[in-house]
């Protein structure tokens, strides 16, 4: 019964593909996110979503472009895959856009651009 | 920009010891949250532990708990009874009160508990 769940967990691709990762969350939450997590492990935020409405998009490529169907739903599609985007993507969801009590994370997948 | 700081990017410990993992951070509000989280192997993110900083009471939670200093704008986490469970990245994270602002993370440091 996973609270936020992503797929696929781990995505192997050329370069110049385009790919899509899903998320999906069952809580009842209304804002979700998508983070980057480098080869170095740091976590910067991408964009957010409160009640499919983009909140924050930060200076990320325009080749990643977030789609939310409804506030249960966050995908991320990426086009033209570059070797630099290889990473670890991670949705997650809070309560409310203020929300007092931190996220909860999908387990993530793991972007290999060859 | 708010910022967050782990000094520390490994720390080692023996089981059953204490270990104090720091973390500072750069704002100028007065209302904010703060967050530990966890990352194991398995990559998934937990949230350890948060504080709120009106409160001037320490979070604790079982084993783990924290010292905020918020003049000193610091927020380290303390780990009781190490286990070898407790191995994982630990970010120290941030969030302003009533923003859009999202989480801001720290680098994170890599904790190492020695059997």
């Known amino acids: 019964d996973t609270a936020v769940s992503q797929t696929p967990k781990y995505l192997v691709t050329q370069m110049g593909n385009d790919k899509s990762i899903k998320c999906e969350q069952n809580?009842?939450?209304?804002?979700m996110y998508w983070y980057k997590q480098d080869s170095k492990k740091f976590l910067k935020i991408m964009f957010s979503y409160n009640n499919k409405e983009l909140i924050i998009n930060e200076t990320v490529p325009n080749r990643f472009s977030p789609k939310s169907p409804d506030k249960a739903h966050l995908n991320l599609h990426i086009n033209s895959l570059e070797l630099g985007d290889s990473a670890v993507y991670f949705c997650?969801?809070?309560?409310?856009?203020?929300?007092?009590?931190?996220?909860?994370f999908g387990s993530g997948t793991r972007l290999t651009v060859v | 920009a708010q910022t967050v700081t782990q000094s520390q990017p490994e720390m080692s410990v023996q089981e059953a010891e204490t270990v104090t993992l720091s973390c500072t951070y750069d704002?100028?509000?007065?209302?904010?949250?703060l967050f530990w989280y966890k990352q194991p192997p398995s990559r998934q993110m937990i949230l350890v532990i948060r504080?709120?900083?009106?409160?001037?009471q320490n979070a604790t939670e079982n084993r783990f708990s924290v010292n905020f200093q918020k003049a000193a704008k610091s927020f380290s986490l303390k780990i009781s009874d190490s286990q070898l469970g407790d191995a994982a990245m630990y970010f120290c994270?941030?969030?302003?009160?009533?923003?859009?602002?999202?989480?801001?993370f720290g680098k994170g440091t890599h904790l190492i508990i020695q059997p």
């Open positions: 504080q709120e900083a009106y409160k001037q």
């Open positions: 809580l009842g939450h209304d804002t």
């Open positions: 994270a941030y969030r302003i009160g009533g923003g859009a602002d999202g989480l801001t």
């Open positions: 997650a969801s809070s309560q409310a856009l203020f929300a007092l009590y931190g996220y909860t």
């Open positions: 704002t100028s509000e007065s209302d904010y949250y």
